[in-house]
């Protein structure tokens, strides 16, 4: 049985995860420790004052040491190796309900009414942006997701329960590389409500 006074930042467990170098991430209601499986030994990685509290109720790590935390609905990401924490913005991450990694280790939120695919990349000032993709299950007026119920299975696929029934949805189908290169795009012709617009000429008045 560990608790506080075998190192762990708090005895309050909300939740935890096991990362791909078998080291166990433990989110707490006043910080997150992790434990070093090899030696038994915790360690402090998040203080109380860089984390909400009492509210996380998902947690993964990723294989670029970032820690994704669901926190109350809302994402946060902790970059183990700078010590900072972020909060992503963007309309479809602030219900969150599950967080999960595709075959390929991308991170995914899964929200109220649709998944999207979530990216760090490198700023400017030595910081982390997100990139959001965003697949949206609006048109399906029953489908409203589960709190942390999505697995992903053998075949790649996520399966995600929802308040009628399950989603099974292929991430690899719907998805580029990171890497791969944005398409040069040509407009050819511009249409508002059937009429033709031509660089340099009024529009409705303007």
């Not at 949805?169 to 511009?190: G, I, K, T």
């Amino acid at each position: 049985y560990t608790s506080q006074s075998n190192g762990l930042a708090n005895d309050d467990v909300l939740s935890l995860t096991c990362a791909e170098d078998g080291n166990v991430y433990v989110a707490t209601a006043y910080g997150m420790s992790v434990l070093d499986t090899r030696t038994g030994i915790f360690a402090t990685v998040c203080e109380p004052d860089e984390m909400v509290q009492e509210s996380v109720t998902g947690i993964l790590v990723d294989s670029e040491g970032l820690v994704w935390l669901d926190e109350n609905g809302s994402l946060q990401v902790y970059d183990l190796k700078k010590g900072r924490l972020y909060t992503p913005e963007h309309p479809a991450l602030t219900t969150v309900r599950s967080l999960i990694k595709d075959a390929s280790g991308r991170v995914w939120a899964v929200n109220d009414r649709g998944l999207c695919k979530v990216s760090a990349v490198s700023s400017g000032d030595d910081g982390l942006d997100f990139n959001v993709v965003s697949f949206s299950f609006l048109q399906q007026s029953d489908l409203h997701f589960n709190q942390r119920s999505a697995c992903l299975t053998k075949d790649g696929d996520f399966v995600i329960g929802s308040f009628s029934g399950y989603l099974r949805f292929s991430p690899e189908r719907y998805v580029m590389d990171d890497s791969h290169e944005n398409a040069n795009l040509h407009f050819v012709d511009l249409y508002v409500g059937n009429m033709k617009i031509v660089p340099g000429e009024e529009y409705d008045g303007e």
